[in-house]
């Protein structure tokens, strides 16, 4: 159980366009998720708190016009890298929290890698 | 949330038992100790978290000192697919709703 996908697992797009990345929970609905970056040869940097039903929270530098986020039902938020430019490469990773009273674990998608040309 | 200190990197032959050591001396009583790993190119992916005893499942071993200053993850058989970069967090379990701060975690590779 406390299975988590993302779609599409890589990209490639041109510089100025607009990319979307889905994140699902499969077998459990989450009311928060998150949404994180890693840069090569880095760690995870939390990006926003994305709650169902609400806006989004940022996390410090992190401009919230141009990660857009949609949290729209309680299996998929969406985050959308708009007019993405290179150095917006990186591998996305999305995490859908499960309180389930033993522990508040936090279950990991397999990544997006997003290349920008 | 506390911080942690954990070695760069380590080696663990095949077959024997990994054990990775985090240090934590600023946590507090609430907080927990979680560890995750993150295969390359993957996903973190959750091991197991405890307050104060020592805990086991499936995947691993995790020791706490005393005085919770410190912690010990143990992979009892290492594997060659447990090659991965091993974080350990310290954050308050009532506070599961708020997103982890990953530090640099440890390399563990499995030699053959």
């Known amino acids: 159980g406390a299975v988590v996908s993302q779609h599409p697992s890589r990209v490639i797009c041109k510089s100025g366009t607009s990319v979307k990345i889905e994140c699902r929970s499969l077998?459990?609905?989450?009311?928060?998720m998150f949404w994180y970056r890693q840069f090569p040869k880095q760690s995870l940097m939390l990006m926003a708190t994305?709650?169902?039903?609400?806006?989004?929270?940022?996390e410090q530098g992190v401009e919230k016009d141009k990660f857009l986020i949609n949290h729209a039902s309680l299996t998929l938020s969406t985050l959308t890298v708009t007019s993405a430019h290179p150095e917006d490469s990186s591998f996305y990773i999305c995490?859908?929290?499960?309180?389930?009273?033993?522990?508040?674990?936090?279950?990991f998608g397999p990544g997006t890698r997003l290349t920008v040309l | 949330d506390a911080k942690t200190t954990q070695p760069t990197s380590m080696d663990c032959a095949e077959g024997r038992a990994a054990n990775l050591p985090c240090n934590h001396s600023t946590i507090s009583g609430n907080e927990y100790v979680y560890w995750y790993r993150q295969i390359h190119s993957q996903g973190p992916q959750y091991i197991i978290h405890g307050l104060k005893n020592n805990e086991t499942n499936e995947m691993a071993s995790l020791i706490i000192t005393e005085d919770r200053k410190s912690s010990t993850l143990i992979l009892p058989h290492a594997t060659l697919r447990d090659t991965a970069v091993y974080y350990c967090?310290?954050?308050?379990?009532?506070?599961?709703?708020?997103?982890?701060?990953f530090g640099k975690g440890t390399h563990l590779i499995i030699q053959p």
């Open positions: 994305s709650n169902e039903g609400s806006k989004a929270t940022y």
């Open positions: 995490s859908a929290y499960l309180s389930n009273g033993g522990g508040n674990e936090q279950f």
């Open positions: 967090i310290v954050r308050t379990s009532g506070g599961g709703a708020d997103g982890l701060t």
């Open positions: 077998d459990f609905q989450a009311t928060t």
